[in-house]
Protein backbone atom coordinates (compact mmCIF):
# COMPACT_ATOMS: atom_id res chain seq x y z
CA UNK A 1 0.00 0.00 0.00
CA UNK A 2 1.83 3.61 -1.34
CA UNK A 3 1.51 6.36 1.72
CA UNK A 4 -0.93 8.45 -0.17
CA UNK A 5 -2.54 8.30 -3.84
CA UNK A 6 -1.50 11.74 -5.25
CA UNK A 7 -3.79 14.33 -7.77
CA UNK A 8 -1.64 15.88 -10.31
CA UNK A 9 -2.61 18.99 -11.47
CA UNK A 10 -1.54 22.66 -13.23
CA UNK A 11 -2.49 25.01 -10.67
CA UNK A 12 0.56 25.15 -8.15
CA UNK A 13 -0.27 27.91 -5.55
CA UNK A 14 -3.01 25.46 -3.82
CA UNK A 15 -2.31 22.36 -2.48
CA UNK A 16 -5.26 20.48 -1.10
CA UNK A 17 -4.90 17.73 1.99
CA UNK A 18 -7.17 14.93 3.05
CA UNK A 19 -5.81 12.87 5.67
CA UNK A 20 -8.69 10.88 6.14
CA UNK A 21 -9.82 10.02 2.65
CA UNK A 22 -9.62 6.05 3.30
CA UNK A 23 -11.41 3.12 5.45
CA UNK A 24 -8.83 0.65 4.05
CA UNK A 25 -7.32 -2.04 6.18
CA UNK A 26 -4.37 -4.01 4.64
CA UNK A 27 -5.15 -7.46 4.87
CA UNK A 28 -2.38 -8.49 7.49
CA UNK A 29 -3.91 -5.87 10.08
CA UNK A 30 -6.62 -7.23 11.84
CA UNK A 31 -8.86 -4.73 13.84
CA UNK A 32 -10.98 -7.49 15.93
CA UNK A 33 -14.13 -5.28 14.83
CA UNK A 34 -17.35 -5.25 13.18
CA UNK A 35 -16.38 -4.44 9.11
CA UNK A 36 -19.34 -2.92 9.24
CA UNK A 37 -17.99 -0.18 11.58
CA UNK A 38 -15.93 0.66 8.26
CA UNK A 39 -18.09 2.77 6.94
CA UNK A 40 -18.76 4.86 9.97
CA UNK A 41 -17.20 8.21 10.70
CA UNK A 42 -14.95 6.29 13.55
CA UNK A 43 -13.04 5.07 10.07
CA UNK A 44 -13.01 7.86 7.50
CA UNK A 45 -14.20 11.15 6.51
CA UNK A 46 -17.70 10.47 5.29
CA UNK A 47 -17.59 12.54 1.87
CA UNK A 48 -14.34 14.55 2.66
CA UNK A 49 -12.10 12.25 -0.49
CA UNK A 50 -15.46 13.12 -3.05
CA UNK A 51 -15.06 16.88 -2.07
CA UNK A 52 -11.26 16.35 -2.40
CA UNK A 53 -11.40 15.17 -5.63
CA UNK A 54 -13.91 17.23 -6.90
CA UNK A 55 -12.63 20.77 -5.89
CA UNK A 56 -9.20 19.47 -7.34
CA UNK A 57 -10.78 19.06 -10.85
CA UNK A 58 -12.16 22.35 -10.54
CA UNK A 59 -9.14 23.91 -9.53
CA UNK A 60 -6.76 21.88 -11.49
CA UNK A 61 -4.84 21.78 -8.68
CA UNK A 62 -2.56 18.61 -6.83
CA UNK A 63 -4.34 17.02 -4.33
CA UNK A 64 -2.65 14.37 -1.37
CA UNK A 65 -4.97 11.60 -0.30
CA UNK A 66 -4.30 8.93 2.41
CA UNK A 67 -4.62 5.53 2.05
CA UNK A 68 -5.08 3.70 5.44
CA UNK A 69 -8.14 3.98 7.79
CA UNK A 70 -7.63 6.43 10.50
CA UNK A 71 -8.42 3.34 12.78
CA UNK A 72 -5.01 1.81 11.68
CA UNK A 73 -3.57 4.99 12.54
CA UNK A 74 -4.72 8.56 12.28
CA UNK A 75 -2.06 10.28 10.10
CA UNK A 76 -3.32 13.71 11.58
CA UNK A 77 -2.06 13.23 14.88
CA UNK A 78 1.61 13.64 15.99
CA UNK A 79 3.30 10.28 16.92
CA UNK A 80 3.00 10.52 20.46
CA UNK A 81 -0.61 11.64 20.78
CA UNK A 82 -2.49 9.62 22.58
CA UNK A 83 -5.11 9.03 20.06
CA UNK A 84 -2.87 7.97 17.10
CA UNK A 85 -3.31 4.25 17.42
CA UNK A 86 -7.01 4.72 18.72
CA UNK A 87 -8.28 1.72 21.31
CA UNK A 88 -11.44 3.26 21.49
CA UNK A 89 -13.22 5.25 19.27
CA UNK A 90 -16.55 7.18 20.10
CA UNK A 91 -17.39 3.82 22.11
CA UNK A 92 -16.72 1.39 19.78
CA UNK A 93 -13.52 -0.85 21.26
CA UNK A 94 -10.67 -1.90 18.90
CA UNK A 95 -9.25 -4.47 20.36
CA UNK A 96 -6.58 -5.84 17.54
CA UNK A 97 -5.24 -2.42 18.32
CA UNK A 98 -4.36 -3.40 22.36
CA UNK A 99 -1.14 -4.95 21.65
CA UNK A 100 0.17 -3.53 18.79
CA UNK A 101 3.68 -2.51 17.86
CA UNK A 102 3.35 1.33 17.78
CA UNK A 103 7.16 1.87 16.09
CA UNK A 104 6.49 -0.42 13.34
CA UNK A 105 3.03 1.15 12.51
CA UNK A 106 4.09 4.49 12.65
CA UNK A 107 7.22 3.29 10.36
CA UNK A 108 4.62 1.77 7.79
CA UNK A 109 2.63 4.24 7.42
CA UNK A 110 2.43 7.66 9.45
CA UNK A 111 6.46 8.50 8.87
CA UNK A 112 6.37 7.84 4.86
CA UNK A 113 2.77 9.99 4.44
CA UNK A 114 4.12 12.81 6.47
CA UNK A 115 7.70 12.69 4.35
CA UNK A 116 5.41 12.55 1.47
CA UNK A 117 3.90 15.79 2.40
CA UNK A 118 7.21 17.42 3.53
CA UNK A 119 9.02 16.71 0.07
CA UNK A 120 5.84 17.48 -2.28
CA UNK A 121 5.77 20.73 -0.27
CA UNK A 122 9.18 22.15 -0.29
CA UNK A 123 9.14 21.20 -3.73
CA UNK A 124 5.59 23.17 -4.95
CA UNK A 125 5.71 26.14 -2.07
CA UNK A 126 1.93 26.78 -2.75
CA UNK A 127 0.84 30.06 -1.72
CA UNK A 128 -2.18 28.38 0.19
CA UNK A 129 -3.12 24.88 1.81
CA UNK A 130 -6.27 23.31 2.20
CA UNK A 131 -6.92 20.83 4.58
CA UNK A 132 -10.45 18.87 3.91
CA UNK A 133 -12.00 16.86 6.46
CA UNK A 134 -15.83 16.25 7.44
CA UNK A 135 -17.47 15.55 10.50
CA UNK A 136 -20.66 13.94 11.98
CA UNK A 137 -23.77 15.71 13.13
CA UNK A 138 -23.78 13.80 16.37
CA UNK A 139 -21.32 11.47 18.24
CA UNK A 140 -22.26 7.92 18.94
CA UNK A 141 -21.82 8.17 22.54
CA UNK A 142 -22.06 11.20 24.89
CA UNK A 143 -22.18 13.57 21.64
CA UNK A 144 -24.73 16.55 21.49
CA UNK A 145 -26.27 18.05 17.63
CA UNK A 146 -23.59 19.93 15.86
CA UNK A 147 -25.44 23.05 14.19
CA UNK A 148 -22.82 23.96 11.74
CA UNK A 149 -22.50 23.10 8.62
CA UNK A 150 -19.38 23.86 8.12
CA UNK A 151 -16.04 24.33 10.62
CA UNK A 152 -13.27 26.09 10.09
CA UNK A 153 -9.86 24.90 11.35
CA UNK A 154 -6.76 26.43 12.50
CA UNK A 155 -4.23 27.17 15.20
CA UNK A 156 -1.78 30.21 15.14
CA UNK A 157 -1.76 31.56 11.78
CA UNK A 158 -4.87 33.10 10.98
CA UNK A 159 -3.88 34.59 7.46
CA UNK A 160 -6.35 32.19 5.68
CA UNK A 161 -8.59 30.99 8.58
CA UNK A 162 -9.77 34.51 9.22
CA UNK A 163 -11.36 35.36 5.86
CA UNK A 164 -12.30 31.69 5.84
CA UNK A 165 -14.69 32.29 8.20
CA UNK A 166 -16.09 35.75 7.07
CA UNK A 167 -16.25 33.72 3.98
CA UNK A 168 -18.95 31.46 4.67
CA UNK A 169 -20.81 33.91 6.77
CA UNK A 170 -21.27 36.30 4.67
CA UNK A 171 -22.91 33.61 2.40
CA UNK A 172 -25.29 31.94 5.12
CA UNK A 173 -23.84 29.09 6.57
CA UNK A 174 -23.85 28.15 9.97
CA UNK A 175 -19.99 28.51 10.27
CA UNK A 176 -17.64 27.00 13.26
CA UNK A 177 -15.03 29.43 14.13
CA UNK A 178 -12.65 26.58 15.51
CA UNK A 179 -15.75 24.62 16.16
CA UNK A 180 -16.58 21.78 16.08
CA UNK A 181 -13.32 21.08 17.92
CA UNK A 182 -10.21 23.72 18.29
CA UNK A 183 -7.40 23.39 15.98
CA UNK A 184 -5.13 24.81 18.40
CA UNK A 185 -5.61 21.59 20.40
CA UNK A 186 -5.58 18.91 17.30
CA UNK A 187 -4.19 20.20 13.98
CA UNK A 188 -1.23 18.30 13.69
CA UNK A 189 -0.95 18.15 9.72
CA UNK A 190 -1.21 21.98 9.34
CA UNK A 191 0.76 22.80 12.27
CA UNK A 192 3.54 20.75 10.53
CA UNK A 193 3.64 21.11 6.80
CA UNK A 194 1.69 24.87 7.17
CA UNK A 195 2.03 26.74 10.09
CA UNK A 196 5.90 24.75 10.18
CA UNK A 197 6.67 26.10 6.82
CA UNK A 198 5.39 29.78 7.11
CA UNK A 199 2.32 29.03 4.74
CA UNK A 200 -1.31 30.00 5.24
CA UNK A 201 -3.52 27.14 5.84
CA UNK A 202 -6.84 26.52 6.98
CA UNK A 203 -8.36 22.73 7.93
CA UNK A 204 -11.97 22.74 6.61
CA UNK A 205 -14.64 20.33 8.51
CA UNK A 206 -17.79 20.19 6.34
CA UNK A 207 -20.71 18.49 8.14
CA UNK A 208 -20.93 15.12 6.87
CA UNK A 209 -24.55 14.52 6.43
CA UNK A 210 -24.69 17.60 3.67
CA UNK A 211 -22.11 15.35 1.68
CA UNK A 212 -23.59 11.98 2.00
CA UNK A 213 -24.81 12.43 -2.16
CA UNK A 214 -22.70 13.64 -5.12
CA UNK A 215 -25.39 16.48 -5.35
CA UNK A 216 -23.99 17.75 -1.84
CA UNK A 217 -20.08 16.89 -3.23
CA UNK A 218 -20.79 18.96 -6.13
CA UNK A 219 -22.01 22.16 -4.01
CA UNK A 220 -19.52 21.98 -1.41
CA UNK A 221 -16.69 21.56 -3.87
CA UNK A 222 -18.02 24.35 -5.91
CA UNK A 223 -18.27 26.68 -2.69
CA UNK A 224 -14.62 25.37 -1.89
CA UNK A 225 -13.35 26.17 -5.34
CA UNK A 226 -14.73 30.03 -4.76
CA UNK A 227 -13.08 30.19 -1.18
CA UNK A 228 -9.72 28.98 -2.62
CA UNK A 229 -9.88 31.15 -5.51
CA UNK A 230 -10.73 34.32 -2.79
CA UNK A 231 -7.73 33.25 -0.40
CA UNK A 232 -5.34 33.31 -2.95
CA UNK A 233 -6.52 36.59 -5.19
CA UNK A 234 -4.92 39.50 -3.81
CA UNK A 235 -7.70 40.59 -2.37
CA UNK A 236 -7.12 39.20 1.02
Request: glycine share 6%; with cysteine.
Amino acid sequence: MSAAEILEGSAQNVLLLCDHASNAVPADIDLGIDPALLDLHIAIDIGAAAVTRALAQKLDAPAILATVSRLVIDLHREPDHIGLIPHRSDGHLIPGNESVDKPARIARFHAPYHRLLRDRIRAQRPRLILSIHSFTPCLEHGGTDRPWQVGVLYNRDTRAAHPTVQFFESRGYVTGDNEPYSGRLLNATLNRHAEGQGIPSVAIEIRNDLIRDAAGVEEWAGVLAELARHLTSDEV
